[in-house]
């Protein structure tokens, strides 16, 4: 586990920790042999050195983004 994005996670408050730990641990459940790294100011997750998805929290909304290489891999 990457303690950068931990850091990321707890900036925010407690029930957006949850939602974002949840994603965190989602995301590693289907994707274990993932790497973590914080790539555009939030919690990425890459995959054969190709980035795989990435999510952030905001004011009024969780963004999560899939990128090509996760919708391809998963189709």
Known sequence: MNPDIEAYILKFPENIQKILFHIRTLILEIAPEAQEK?????PG???NK???VYFAAYKNHIG???TSTMTTTFA
């Open 50 to 52: 190709k980035p795989l």
């Open 64 to 66: 999560f983004y899939p």
């Open 45 to 47: 997750f890459y995959l």
């Open 38 to 42: 914080i790539s555009y100011g939030m």
